[in-house]
């Protein structure tokens, strides 16, 4: 009897996991249904018109932030070709000061280096010296003499006779 026992135990004991998975599967599916049956109701009790309003305002936002970050990328775009534009405009402005602070510096040499001959000349009227070189006053060249001949030369003599 022991054997049959424990095969009829076995067997029972195989009929009750079966219907307990059964039971399961049907827990289960019941339980889907509700959650299904549920959210359809929701759907259809939902106020479509609260909730078409409410995707408006929020398109509203978005179109809205869209709109302002739009126009900080153009006034960030702006600012860099001004920044830029200005860099170039303060190159040049730099290259056209120091044309000019050179061209000024040689106008300045040039001013003092003609005042320094003319201090040498006026020096040398007061000291009563002959120039060599540069042109001379009407009354050094009148003495007889042409310029560039030599005291003595036969030129001289032919001058004389005459």
Do not use: C, W
């Not at 120039?131 to 030129?155: F, V």
């Amino acid at each position: 009897m022991s054997s049959d026992s424990r095969s009829e135990r076995e067997r029972l004991k195989e009929e009750y996991k079966a219907h307990y998975r059964k039971m399961r599967a049907s827990r289960e599916h019941l339980s889907r249904a509700e959650k299904t049956r549920n959210i359809t109701e929701a759907l259809r009790n939902m106020d479509t018109s609260q909730m078409m309003e409410s995707v408006d305002d929020f398109l509203d936002s978005l179109k809205h932030k869209l709109a302002s970050v739009e126009a900080r990328l153009d006034v960030a775009m702006d600012s860099l070709t001004l920044e830029e534009h200005l860099e170039e405009t303060e190159k040049q402005l730099d290259e056209e000061m120091s044309r000019s602070r050179a061209k000024d510096t040689l106008r300045q040499l040039k001013t003092e280096m003609g005042l320094l001959y003319k201090e040498i000349e006026q020096q040398a009227d007061h000291i009563q010296v002959e120039k060599t070189i540069g042109s001379g006053s009407a009354e050094e060249e009148t003495d007889g003499e042409e310029p560039g001949s030599r005291p003595g030369s036969p030129d001289d003599k032919s001058q004389e006779d005459e």
